[in-house]
């Protein structure tokens, strides 16, 4: 994901305390950090995703255009965090 885990901690946290979220740490090497939907984060998966869907279309963006700006979103990110690890 290209998060750092300052950014990553609290985001997992909030979405653990509204049951969103469980994190197991795996037996074998306890660095490892398995992160998996609740029941309930598997219920708001679905309506989430026709929410971007509506937003795309209310924008008449196209399914291509809208993988390019997640995909230049995510390169935006990764950068910024590269070079804020830099400083």
């Known amino acids: 994901m290209f998060l750092d885990s300052g950014t990553l901690t609290p985001l997992l946290k909030k979405l653990e ?3 969103y979220v469980v ?3 795996e ?3 306890e660095r490892n950090l398995q992160i998996s939907l609740t ?3 598997k219920a708001i998966k679905s309506p989430l995703a ?3 869907v ?3 279309n ?3 963006i196209s399914e291509r255009e809208a993988s390019d700006i997640i995909n230049n979103l995510r390169n935006f990110v990764s950068k910024n965090f590269d070079y804020s690890d830099k400083k």
Do not use: L, P
């Open 54 to 56: 509506k937003v795309f």
């Open 17 to 19: 305390k509204k049951d």
């Open 58 to 60: 209310e924008f008449n």
């Open 39 to 41: 029941e309930q984060g």
């Open 23 to 25: 994190r197991t740490r």
């Open 50 to 52: 026709e929410i971007s």
């Open 27 to 29: 037996e074998k090497d």
